[in-house]
T-cell receptor
Framework: EDKVVQSPLSLVVHEGDTVTLNCSYEVTNFRSLLWYKQEKKAPTFLFMLTSSGIEKKSGRLSSILDKKELFSILNITATQTGDSAVYLC?????????????FGQGTILTVHP | KAGVTQTPRYLIKTRGQQVTLSCSPISGHRSVSWYQQTPGQGLQFLFEYFSETQRNKGNFPGRFSGRQFSNSRSEMNVSTLELGDSALYLCASFLGLAGSYNEQFFGPGTRLTVL
């Protein structure tokens, strides 16, 4: 069965720290891996990684995809209190699963001032 | 460009009732996916619609159904509500073009409480 496992489940850091969030997946027909940030309500799209785009960076956030080892990491440098949120990892499979995202349980990040 | 909108934002129903939730995708997006989010199960896929056709379906009972209109707006319906249906219902909008990589953008969600 296709699945996504995120670690750690929760993380508490201080402003200025660097954090690394992990996402490992098992899927029979991998298409893409997506990262989202969820604060109060809707998940906000961060990155999408595919076979042709295994590294992405935006400001203090960056992500890589290792298709051989079946994992992805999300790095946040110089964390700020506004980075406090749940970070969700999801994959999209090909074939008949088009349009379906399978999510991990999320990592709760708390950044203290 | 306006984002994904969902109505209503909050809903309180009693067991046995039915409910209809609405989702308007980003202009130009032809696909809408629906998800249920609960503290215990996380985010789970319900179904996806493209060009008024259900293209994919998750593992939910038949009480959960949906449809899509010609303007890509989508509705989902839950009949005979149960306490366990209390959740945040999210819809996501994306281009939906087969063979392409489509990021999904989420609406604010509808918080359903079943009493």
């Amino acid at each position: 069965e296709d699945k996504v496992v995120q670690s750690p489940l929760s993380l508490v850091v201080h402003e200025g720290d660097t954090v690394t969030l992990n996402c490992s997946y098992e899927v029979t027909n991998f298409r893409s891996l997506l990262w989202y940030k969820q604060e109060k309500k809707a998940p906000t799209f961060l990155f999408m990684l595919t076979s042709s785009g295994i590294e992405k960076k935006s400001g203090r956030l960056s992500s890589i995809l290792d298709k051989k080892e079946l994992f992805s990491i999300l790095n946040i440098t110089a964390t700020q209190t506004g980075d406090s949120a749940v970070y969700l990892c999801a994959f999209s499979a090909g074939g008949t699963s088009y349009g379906k995202l399978t999510f991990g349980q999320g990592t709760i990040l708390t950044v203290h001032p | 460009k306006a984002g994904v909108t969902q109505t209503p934002r909050y809903l309180i129903k009693t067991r046995g009732q039915q409910v209809t939730l609405s989702c308007s995708p980003i202009s130009g997006h032809r696909s809408v996916s629906w998800y249920q989010q609960t503290p215990g199960q996380g985010l789970q896929f319900l179904f996806e619609y493209f060009s008024e056709t259900q293209r994919n379906k998750g593992n939910f009972p038949g009480r959960f159904s949906g449809r899509q209109f010609s303007n890509s707006r989508s509705e989902m319906n839950v009949s005979t509500l149960e306490l366990g249906d209390s959740a945040l219902y999210l819809c996501a909008s994306f281009l939906g073009l087969a063979g392409s990589y489509n990021e999904q953008f989420f609406g604010p969600g509808t918080r359903l409480t079943v009493l």
